[in-house]
């Protein structure tokens, strides 16, 4: 489990217990019900993509409440340390609030203190540890410039501030880092057997269509048949949004092919009108697939495409077509 599928739970349960008091809903399995984007859907929405649609009920001073208590309460046992959940809170933080001039004083704080103060910080001040989590469940839907936060960073001598919390939470990626990482890796290995091109992109989809766990990781840890196949089926939205951005942003592939003007179309228009299948004719799949994985080593990039989507006004778009990609606020905040 990724750190964002961990906290996102952990508020997605603090949601529901919320709503079942105040009788919002009668049941947990009415709560459940709304994991599905409508009466008709199948497809049931990860635990993080459901804070992203609903952050700003979960956005809510006693959810914040009862989260902060349990993050520091020494009697739970959390798969992460309460310092690396601080760190993980602090880099949202600041690339949040950078610019802020009442935050002068915190911003100095974070700059100057050591991780291990900064967490009894967190633990000790609960004013202080609210405004982390607040602003993290805020990030959700928050569009930051993180090109301009680390520009003025550099030029009012603050570098060293981003550096560090950057290094501090470097070994953490995000959910969608991770499974793109597992696609990009499956062709990396085929191309290292010695298979060409076109056969490394064929044999990866085929991987990707019989069984997204190939070494057996997802079986090891317990999870199911239906849990894997919305593995895929958010993966494949990753893929799309990585590429929909790439495409409206200047692409990385400069071609006038006529398969490859096919392939952008068709990933445009499945965006926008909220489509997401992969596509059947072969040449378009593959090159759908190359052009995530060149995009994939190509992270200043993806920075500037994500940065130029939110300056044009099509966040809303992505959005809707892939809530998770609020997500990607920990890899980009990463140099």
């Known amino acids: 489990m990724s750190i964002e599928e961990f906290l996102a739970e952990i508020f997605v349960d603090f949601y529901e217990q919320m709503m079942l008091a105040t009788g919002e809903i009668p049941s947990s399995e009415e709560f459940d019900l709304l994991f599905y984007e409508d009466d008709d859907s199948e497809e049931q929405m990860s635990d993080c993509e459901f804070v992203a649609k609903y952050c700003d009920e979960i956005n809510n ?4 409440d009862g989260v902060y208590y349990y993050l520091i309460d020494d009697g739970c046992d959390f798969d992460f340390s309460l310092e690396k959940m601080v760190s993980h809170f602090v880099i949202d933080y600041i690339y949040n609030n950078y610019g802020n001039k009442s935050l002068v004083t915190i911003m100095n704080y974070l700059k100057k203190t050591d991780i291990k103060d900064v967490t009894e ?3 000790s001040n609960e004013y202080f540890g609210k405004s982390l989590i607040e602003s993290y469940i805020k990030n959700y839907e928050a569009d930051v410039d993180y090109e301009e936060v680390r520009e003025n960073a550099t030029n009012n001598g603050d570098q060293e501030l981003i550096d560090k919390w950057n290094r501090l939470s470097a070994d953490y990626c995000s959910l969608n880092e991770m499974l793109r990482r597992v696609i990009v890796g499956l062709y990396d290995y085929y191309v290292s057997t010695g298979c060409d091109d076109i056969t490394a992109l064929s044999n990866t989809w085929a991987y990707f269509y019989r069984d997204f766990d190939p070494v057996g990781e997802l079986d090891n840890m317990g999870v199911d ?8 089926a958010y993966v494949v939205k990753v893929m799309f949004a990585d590429v929909y951005e790439d495409i409206l942003n200047g692409s990385i592939i400069d071609s006038v092919n006529v398969y490859d003007r096919i392939t952008d179309n068709f990933i445009v228009t499945s965006v926008n009108f909220n489509m997401c299948a992969i596509p059947n004719e072969e040449q378009i799949r593959n090159r759908f697939l190359k052009h995530f994985i060149l995009l994939h080593y190509e992270k200043e990039k993806r920075i ?4 130029q989507t939110i300056k044009e006004g099509r966040g809303e778009v992505l959005k809707k077509f892939h809530p998770g990609h609020a997500l990607d606020v920990i890899d980009f905040a990463k140099k």
């Open 61 to 64: 001073e006693e959810i914040i």
């Open 121 to 123: 910080f967190f633990r």
């Open 225 to 232: 048949f239906d849990t894997k196949q919305r593995y895929k």
């Open 304 to 307: 500037k495409n994500r940065t």
